[in-house]
């Protein structure tokens, strides 16, 4: 008999209570074999106790290696600094992978793009190495080292080669930016020559690979990317599949990983009912993949396949939140899925 799994739940700030309340009644509704142990970060953790990510959280993740996470709303401008990136920071997450796909009955500027999205999530322009140098005059560090961009490297390589992928793309910046990005570049192509010359591999300056990728972004397969251009070039690859309402990310370490949305708290729409939780969904598929592997239990997977076909069963049957062009709410979109599982 399969024990349960201890998941740590933490479900952020505006949409993200009522997304990760959709998802908890789904994996219930699945029989997902999951103990889940509550958590606040964010907004909501400030008004609790005083502090966006309380030592107890960061203790549960500690102890339990696994969660799913809602959003954290980070103040433009000001502020504290970002929940979501302290975490990965704090459990050296530090490849971040978004698969971006099209949906069957999922309205989509394109058809069959099929493209994985991994990101450095440790350095780069978010190191939070900021300083005002004079008045009128701040700069932002950006940090690379030859560990962080050799460690991803082989991460996307290795993570290829598992998933029978044929290409990686790095997109780079390296013309301007070339001891920054010279390294990143520098340490992909070495990996690639060194222990995987068998995938393909091309690089390209990000200018030039995003308009490639609004021209025809079925000619990707895997891309890699420091951790901005990977945290842009995810949402511009949302645009491209129906939006950010259906792509999942997953953000893994040596030892543990947190899944989460690439949406973030959306405000806007917050505490109305009109979220589509799908991608917060789709993000706890993967971390039933993820058990599965981790622990060398199939329930874990058979259940994330249940979902997942009655997700795309549910779609296809025109059951869609209001951003995929449906009229259902976000409690109404997880029991059409629930009555399809
Ligand atoms: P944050 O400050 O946390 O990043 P944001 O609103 O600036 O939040 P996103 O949450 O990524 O950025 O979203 C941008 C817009 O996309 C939102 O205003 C919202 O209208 C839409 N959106 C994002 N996620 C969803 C979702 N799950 N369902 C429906 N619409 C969404």
Redesign the pocket.
Known sequence: MTSLSKIVLIPG???GPE?TAAVQHILAAAGAQIDWVPCKAGLAALEDCGEVLPEATIDAVQQHKVALKG????P?GEGFSSVNVRLRKEFNLYAAVRPVRNLAGVDARYQDVDLIIVRENTEGLYSGVENEITPGVVMSMKVATQTACERISQWAFRYATQRQRKKITVFHKANIMKMTDGLFLRSAATCHQRDYPNIEYETAIIDAGCMRLVQDPTQFDILLLENLYGDVVS?LCAGLVG???VVPGANYGDDGAIFE?????????AGRN???????LMSAVMMLNYLADKDDDEVHRTTGERIREAYDVALLDGCK???LGGDLGTAEFAEAVIERL
């Open positions: 700030d505006g949409i997304i959003p954290c709303t980070t433009v949402d939006g950010l309402g949305a690439v949406h973030g708290s959306a405000p806007d729409i009109v979220a589509n939780p799908l991608a917060l939140t209001r951003d």
